[in-house]
């Protein structure tokens, strides 16, 4: 099993959309855990760090599921802007997942 | 401006050589990293290094080599020892033991 493990999509969404990502870890003992968005042939960037009581920023919501070993990420009203790939990350050794493509359609 | 930089954008090298890729930062951050990203793959860590003098391997160290030798750079040497080196690469840094890492633009590096 992969220690880090993303649907690679990719999502096909239209404007206005919710869509949801999952990542699954297999480390019980991660402790940080982050969403980074990267556009085509360009650098990742953070977007949001996930923490145990769920945070919400904007129209996006991480969220951190510890039972079951997953973290989320809800972007609500999608933005045509929103279309890039997005990599969640969990950390004792810093690990990438292989991200998730989005595109919103106008 | 506080950042990375990663230089050049674009390299092109013939089989058989070594190249540098260069990685500077003034974020005064102490832990810096190389990552390798193939087409539509994810980021995979080659070397690490949390401070100055000190480097670790990550998981595809095989045909890199790296030095540390002030805060600020971490320079990776792409040996003719790597089968496979065309590639985007890309450095990070951060503080150290956390995940927030902040990245350069990237080197795309073609090897023919």
């Known amino acids: 099993r992969k220690e880090v493990e993303q649907d690679p999509g990719p999502f096909n969404v239209p404007e206005g959309a919710t869509v949801a990502f999952n990542c699954t870890y297999s480390?019980?003992?991660?402790?940080?855990f982050f969403w980074y968005r990267q556009d085509c042939r360009k650098e990742p960037k953070l977007l949001m760090s996930v923490y145990s009581s769920g945070n919400e920023d904007g129209r996006f919501t991480a969220q951190l599921n510890r039972a079951s070993q997953y973290i989320s990420l809800l972007i609500r009203d999608s933005k045509l802007s929103d279309s890039a790939t997005y990599l969640c990350v969990v950390n004792m050794k810093t690990i990438f997942g292989a991200g998730t493509r989005l595109f919103v359609k106008a | 401006d506080g950042g990375i930089t990663q230089s050049p954008k674009y390299l092109f090298r013939k089989e058989g050589q070594n190249v540098t890729l260069s990685c500077e930062q003034n974020?005064?951050?102490?832990?810096m990293y190389w990552y390798r990203q193939d087409p539509g793959q994810g980021l995979r860590l080659i070397y690490y290094s949390q401070i100055v003098n000190d480097f670790q391997k990550g998981d595809i160290a095989e045909g890199y080599s790296v030095s540390r030798e002030k805060k600020e750079s971490f320079p990776l040497t792409v040996t003719s020892a790597q089968k496979n080196p065309t590639a985007f690469y890309l450095c990070a840094s951060s503080i150290p033991n956390r995940g927030e890492q902040y990245f350069g633009p990237g080197t795309r590096l073609t090897v023919t």
């Open positions: 974020l005064n951050h102490d832990a």
């Open positions: 480390n019980s003992a991660s402790q940080s």
